[in-house]
Every structure is written in structure tokens, then in C-alpha cells.
């Protein structure tokens, strides 16, 4: 079960894509690290972003190691 996060463990205090405070209910982790943004649209995009490059960078370190 994924723990509760808490706007107070975010390493930022203004969303990186407005610039807007953060909001309780917009948490995210990455690495290990709380990251806040000032709405869940802001956030889901965010979470969309890493999944597309981590797997990008995956296939990529695939196709490197079989060349």
C-alpha cells in the first residue's frame, strides 16, 4: 500500500510548471523525494513525462547492450 504524503516532505514549495504553490492533494514521488505541483493535472502530467522517458531510456540501454 503507498504511503500518505504530506506537502510538508515536498523538496519544493512552487510547482516546477507554473510556478504556483503546491497543494496537498497534487504529491508525487520521484527518486525517492516528494515533489508537490499546484494541481493533479499538473502532477499526472509530471507522472506522464517520467514514464515516457524512463522507457525511452530503457529500450535504449536495451538496444545499446545488444549491439
Given at each position: ?67
Amino acid at each position: 500500500m503507498a504511503r500518505k504524503l504530506s506537502k510538508s516532505e515536498a523538496i519544493n514549495e512552487a510547482c516546477p510548471w507554473s510556478g504556483k504553490p503546491i497543494a496537498e492533494d497534487s504529491l508525487t514521488l520521484y527518486r525517492d523525494q516528494v515533489v508537490g505541483f499546484c494541481n493533479p493535472g499538473c502532477r499526472d502530467k509530471f507522472e506522464k513525462a517520467v514514464r515516457l522517458f524512463d522507457s525511452h531510456i530503457e529500450a535504449r540501454v536495451k538496444y545499446d547492450r545488444s549491439v
